[in-house]
């Protein structure tokens, strides 16, 4: 039989919610101007972008393939990655894969970026970001 879990659990989330709340009160006591460097996240947007996932890909297989800045560590990654996966096939594997691959795939979001800036922000992202 299944337990219910607590609501004591959603505690847990309170730490989080506080830094976007106070996040949201300083960025309004400071009068930040919102960027204009990407567009609304829409369907359409993505659709009307599609041609620049080519680009933001070879940009960033470029970056993670440069042995000159990263030597073997994403080779590492993804052998341990693998290993991982293969020893532990439960929740696990998923919640690594979560962890390593959704900041990666954050960086995807420059579909969404300004029309001719694509190329200059994946320029300089792959190494900041990693």
Request: hydrophobic share 50%; no cysteine; proline share 5%.
């Amino acid at each position: 039989m299944a337990q219910k879990k607590s609501p004591v659990h959603l505690f847990a989330l309170l730490p989080g919610l506080f830094v976007i709340i106070a996040w949201h009160l300083y960025l309004s006591q400071m009068h930040v101007v919102s960027s204009s460097d990407f567009l609304p996240v829409s369907f359409a947007t993505f659709q009307a972008n599609i041609h620049r996932l080519g680009p933001i890909l070879s940009a960033f297989f470029s970056e993670v393939t440069d042995t000159k800045t990263w030597s073997l560590l994403w080779l590492l990654v993804a052998i341990g990655s693998g290993y991982f996966v293969q020893r532990y096939r439960d929740a696990r594997s998923l919640v690594f894969f979560i962890a390593v691959l959704g900041p990666i795939g954050i960086y995807a979001l420059f579909i969404f970026s300004v029309t001719g800036r694509t190329t200059s922000n994946t320029s300089v992202s792959p190494s900041a970001g990693f």
